[in-house]
């Protein structure tokens, strides 16, 4: 396989990861980001944690996908992340919580 087949191949598997993200992100409720993996979930719990000093993160994710090209299962019931960097956790605007306003309802800016 050349550098090139390698590279191609690379990329369509990354545009079926972003595909199968498009497809999926509608189910959740959360996105999570840490240093090593992006995450959907609907259920997370986050706590710090302190040990010798040093602050951690204790993240449980419930119904999660994991955002990991070379993953034959990217569904997971539970997972539990430990890291010592920060984690980011969003919680998504489903289409029907969003308001948008009729046609001369904004008002003057």
Known sequence: MS???LEN???D?????YREYRDVVNLFSYVVETERRFYLANHVDLQARAADGEVYFDLTL???WVWDVYRTARFVKSV???TFKDVNVEELIKSDD???PKDGELGHL
């Open 3 to 5: 550098a090139e087949d």
């Open 9 to 11: 191949y690379e990329t």
């Open 13 to 17: 598997m990354e545009l079926q990861l």
């Open 62 to 64: 419930q119904d999660a």
């Open 80 to 82: 539990r992340v430990i």
């Open 98 to 100: 969003l308001q948008i």
